[in-house]
């Protein structure tokens, strides 16, 4: 019954400011707690559903002849008057009454050159999200999307847009809009800046950011995967210079003085430390071998093998790399079996070199360095596995196969797939080997020795 009563007044209360268009009110997102929106409840059509529905019949129809005409001319103003009967007297009949309502409300803001009635009307718009919310629900998302738009109105209201980002992502996970994200650790540097937040906040919510941008570049699309390695960028550009290894440790080692078996701040430190290049901080090294003793996982293993590769201590990555076959994401799978790969060329086992490469395909399939190294391990076996002028260069038949499919796949590798191609293409048998050994070009040809490869004969050119 309470809850009843304080959405009545709320609604009671909105009716009577919207009745001029414009609510002035300072509630926004950072009074209204994620999660604390009261639902709205009642009739779909409200009280009165017969005109509730002739006034949403009557706002679409001029909202979409003014969309039509590509939202210009005044048609719309004749859709202001219904739509507001239907956003407060019957709130639940459309999700379409706030998705058309923002627009509307956006004409207005725009029309009107009174700042005070602009501001008024802001808060209008703003209102529409909250009320999208209340009976719709999707906080985390419509939360995302106000901010974004206040962004256009008060771009300099840093500590509100800043707790509505804050809101929607902590809602909305790894389902977060990429501009979303960006706009989030925009206003938090923000804050950073003139001390509002502390440097420790701005790394929580750096690393928060950071796990919702490796999920989604694991499984996105080529796309999807160039938009969230763009956020990326930006968000490493822009914690640059709260980032020094310096600024780490001093934040860092306070807080495992504080907490020496903390796992979850162990493994903070290793990939903060392992993303900002702060490797050889001997706090990377104590953090990582601490959180291996406390716990034997996957995790610490893969840390401490990072480490040793790091080092050049090949032989030594080995056994922990293994480890990494064992992660849950596949991220860091792939990576760490491209890293197991790469020991194990360092350390001359070509056969176990290319298994791991190809388990990190598998744990990735979009990315061209495992085929690129694949590709350079074949180039790299022409004494190994050919007996007379045509095996021998036949090696590269397959190696360069490899490095066409990495440019295939992945465009970020495409220049240095096609250098290799461009280099090694030189190095097929010639066209008089060919004919010797009673091959044509186009034939079928199995590179043998270790690779036992199906190829196609080539020449030189």
């Known amino acids: ?9 709320w609604m009671a209360v909105t009716g009577l400011l919207l009745g001029t268009v414009m609510i002035n009110t300072t509630a926004t997102a950072q009074e209204i707690p994620y999660t604390e929106y009261e639902r709205l409840t009642g009739p779909r059509y409200g009280q009165d559903s017969a005109t509730c529905v002739i006034n949403l019949s009557l706002y679409r129809e001029f909202y979409r002849q003014w969309r039509q005409a590509g939202g210009t001319g005044t048609v719309i103003d004749e859709a202001i008057k219904p739509w507001r009967e239907v956003f407060l007297n019957c709130p639940l009949a459309s999700q379409n009454t706030y998705i058309d309502g923002v627009a509307i409300v956006e004409y207005m803001i725009e029309k009107e050159k009174d700042p005070e009635k602009k501001e008024k009307l802001i808060d209008t ?6 009320q999208r919310i209340r009976a719709f629900g999707r906080e985390g998302f419509v939360l995302g999307r106000k901010g974004v738009n206040l962004i256009n109105h008060r771009p300099n209201a840093n500590e509100e847009l800043f707790s509505i980002f804050r809101q929607s992502v902590n809602g909305s996970g790894n389902e977060s809009e990429a501009p979303v994200i960006a706009q989030y650790f925009r206003y938090a540097e923000r804050l950073v800046r003139n001390e509002t937040i502390t440097k420790d906040e701005f790394f929580e919510i750096y690393e928060q950011i950071v796990r919702i941008i ?14 969230w390695e763009n956020i990326r960028s930006f968000i490493e550009q822009t914690l ?20 020496p078996e903390d796992l979850d701040l162990l493994y903070k430190i290793i990939n903060l430390f392992d993303r900002r290049g702060c490797t050889d901080a001997p706090l990377y090294l104590s953090a990582t071998l601490k959180a291996y003793e406390l716990d034997p996982s996957p995790e610490s293993a893969y840390a401490i093998g ?42 001359g086992n070509k056969v176990r070199a290319r298994e791991a ?56 590798v495409a ?21 010797f050994h009673g091959y044509g070009e186009g034939d079928p040809f199995e590179v043998e020795c270790w690779i036992n490869e199906k190829t196609v004969v080539r020449p030189a050119k």
């Open 1 to 9: 019954m309470k809850t009843m009563m304080k959405i009545s007044i």
């Open 306 to 347: 990072r480490m040793y590769f790091r080092n050049r201590k090949y032989a030594e990555s080995i056994d922990f790399l293994k480890e990494a076959e064992k992660l849950e994401s596949p991220a860091d799978r792939a990576d760490g079996m491209l890293l197991l790969a790469n020991s194990y060329r360092e350390t």
């Open 415 to 435: 220049d240095e797939a096609t250098n290799r191609i461009n280099i090694y293409t030189k190095h097929f048998p010639s066209a008089e080997t060919i004919f």
């Open 240 to 259: 640059e210079p709260y980032a020094t290894c310096d600024d780490l440790v001093n934040i860092f080692s306070r807080k495992l003085d504080e907490t």
């Open 214 to 227: 490796d999920y989604n570049v694991s499984q996105g699309n080529q796309q999807q995967i160039s938009v």
């Open 357 to 412: 490469a190809l388990k990190s395909i598998q744990a990735r399939p979009n990315d061209g360095n495992p085929y690129i190294l694949i590709g350079d391990l074949y180039a790299a076996s022409t004494e190994q596995c050919g007996d007379n002028e045509l095996t021998t260069n036949a090696v590269y038949w397959v190696a360069v196969d490899k490095y066409i499919e990495a440019r295939r796949i992945d465009s970020s």
């Open 125 to 130: 718009l703003m209102m529409v999200y909250d």
